[in-house]
T-cell receptor, first 115, second 114 residues
């Protein structure tokens, strides 16, 4: 079974631009979560989607948004990029459906560099 | 919300020694505690997890213990090998009526020296 796939692997953008990252979960996984990983802050929760609905959101500004499609693929968008948005963005999928926590399976991430 | 603290931030051991990483959490309602290993340039991978109805779990050289009263859990690696060198993250599931909101510790960089 294929793992979580994230595209692109690397992105370089300039301040003020916007960016869209894509995530394809493991087949059958309907829950998709996004995390931001930086050296100083570790893994910070962005949001979680299940059946095209955002169920949870972390403490990030409104410039960070996401969506999920009917095939469970997810995208996250960051508008008006700032230098501090440079990070590794990780997507994770899970079989969990009813609040019974199950392991997250991570993709390889998209490394975003803002110049 | 949930807060997870992880110690130490770096750990250096000799091959064959044991390594222990400790985490504390704040939300007494948290009921699921996974540990992830992230090698340089790779994705975090689940190595072991424990639920709140269990006090200890083992998988070969790796074990996790949970003390619900004190709200802390620990990862124990015995007979360490150079390939155990990585960053280890603990996490706690925040039970806020939501789903799959894992709150991670800041990570421990483990170096195993031959």
């Amino acid at each position: 079974k294929a793992g979580v796939t994230q595209t692109p692997r690397y992105l370089i953008k300039t301040r003020g631009q916007q960016v869209t990252l894509s995530c394809s979960p493991i087949s059958g996984h309907r829950s998709v979560s996004w995390y931001q990983q930086t050296p100083g802050q570790g893994l910070q929760f962005l949001f979680e989607y299940f059946s095209e609905t955002q169920r949870n959101k972390g403490n990030f500004p409104g410039r960070f948004s996401g969506r999920q499609f009917s095939n469970s693929r997810s995208e996250m968008n960051v508008s008006t990029l700032e230098l501090g948005d440079s990070a590794l963005y990780l997507c994770a999928s899970s079989l969990s459906t009813t609040g019974n926590p199950l392991p997250l399976h991570f993709g390889n991430g998209t490394r975003l560099t803002v110049t | 919300g949930e807060n997870v603290e992880q110690h130490p931030s770096t750990l250096s051991v000799q091959e064959g020694d044991s390594a222990v990483i400790k985490c504390t959490y704040s939300d007494s309602a948290s009921n699921y505690f996974p540990w992830y290993k992230q090698e340089l340039g790779k994705r975090p991978q689940l190595i072991i997890d424990i639920r709140s109805n269990v006090g200890e779990k083992k998988d070969q050289r790796i074990a996790v213990t949970l003390n619900k009263t004190a709200k802390h859990f620990s990862l124990h690696i015995t007979e360490t090998q150079p390939e155990d060198s990585a960053v280890y993250f603990c996490a706690a599931f925040e039970f806020s009526g939501g789903y799959n909101k894992l709150i991670f510790g800041a990570g421990t960089r483990l170096a195993v020296h031959p």
